[in-house]
């Protein structure tokens, strides 16, 4: 039987990537060996932060709070190499609307194209954060949405620079079909997750490290990320039998 056409992409066809964060600072914990091994493989990648975190402290006010993680945002990135897109400053005061989201990643998957963008699961079981499920479904649709010349549809034009991604990849998932060996990136991971100074500390990045090794311990002293790799044809009436689901791995 030949599976070619519906077998799950792999990491090593991606030539361009974006990864879209709901908050400052997933990106590095879901994905930053992924994002590191991908630019030490000279692929342009892109960085873009949806919510401000304005609601990740005790200590500082939500104003100054979203003041310092934009910096610290962008020393992550840097130390990546992640080609930082900037923030589109959603917040508690600014509330996501999911048409309107929709809209700006299409805009921005349109202007930059790049052949893979990358969220986190909104399908993962137990997650409750709603901005982690609020942007998880509108990347989605924005996958979707990107390459139909006439979205958004209100417009009623043809839009020329119509573009669609091959591949979505999600982190932070527990239906993961992508292993991937981030062990010689592994310090630059740390070192990112580090630089939200406002968020992470020696205690909150030793319970990390103490996770990272726990989804690792079956890959014989590696770390790695685990990743849902989709194509198009996965994401709309698109359902396999167990059976089938082990052979495409």
Known sequence: MDLSVIQYPKLDEIKSALFIQPH???????????????????IPVYGLTVTEGRGGSNIYPPEKLAEIRKIEASNAMDILGVINLGCLGYHDNNPIIHEKLVKEIVKIIRQIKPEAIFTVDAHLENEMHPVHLQVGKAVE????????AYYPFDEH??????????????????KDNTIVDITDVYS??????????SQIDETT????EELFQAISADQKGRIVERL????TIHTHCFALPDFLKQQLK
């Open 157 to 174: 034009c043809c839009h020329e620079d119509a573009f669609s991604p091959k591949i979505i990849g999600f982190y932070f998932t527990s």
């Open 24 to 42: 400052p600072d997933d990106n590095e914990i879901g994905a930053g060996g992924t994002m590191a091994k991908l630019v030490k493989a000279g």
């Open 205 to 208: 990045m030793a319970l990390y």
């Open 188 to 197: 630059l991971k740390k070192e990112a997750i580090m630089a939200h100074k």
């Open 228 to 231: 849902k790799l989709l194509k």
């Open 141 to 148: 649709e924005a996958f979707l949405r990107s390459g139909q």
